[in-house]
Nanobody
Framework: QVQLVESGGGLVQAGGSLRLSCAAS????????MGWFRQAPGKEREFVAA????????YYADSVKGRFTISRDNAKNTVYLQMNSLKPEDTAVYYC??????????????????WGQGTQVTVSS
């Protein structure tokens, strides 16, 4: 079992940066692939980024590639999402999610059984 708590959201102007953190509790965090997803009002939850359990491979949605970076610190049981050059269309509730231990990272939210409560990111124009 993995419990996840996101932090770091807020209001930022377009072009600015934020770093989201996701603190995990549970014995198996270091073996869980992790993902970040987001959901804007009236839209479906969409994939943002994912990282494998070792941190050696990461994946990004085309809309954030080159602007966002996912990373993890297994010693701190934390995964991060560094967001640069933010745009108004990045406004959403951002969720971190954990997949079952040693599975591959995935862009499909249905393959993540563990979710945080979400943190709001608002980018003003």
């Amino acid at each position: 079992q993995v419990q996840l708590v996101e932090s770091g959201g807020g209001l930022v102007q377009a072009g600015g940066s934020l770093r989201l953190s996701c603190a995990a509790s549970g014995r198996t965090f270091s073996s869980n692939p992790m993902g970040w997803f987001r959901q804007a009002p009236g839209k479906e939850r969409e994939f943002v980024a994912a990282i494998d359990w070792s941190g050696s491979s990461s994946y990004y949605a085309d809309s954030v590639k080159g602007r966002f970076t996912i990373s993890r610190d297994n010693a701190k049981n934390t995964v991060y999402l560094q967001m640069n050059s933010l745009k108004p269309e990045d406004t959403a509730v951002y969720y971190c999610a954990a997949r079952t231990s040693y599975y591959s990272a995935s862009a499909s939210p249905q393959e993540y059984p563990y979710w945080g409560q979400g943190t709001q990111v608002t980018v003003s124009s």
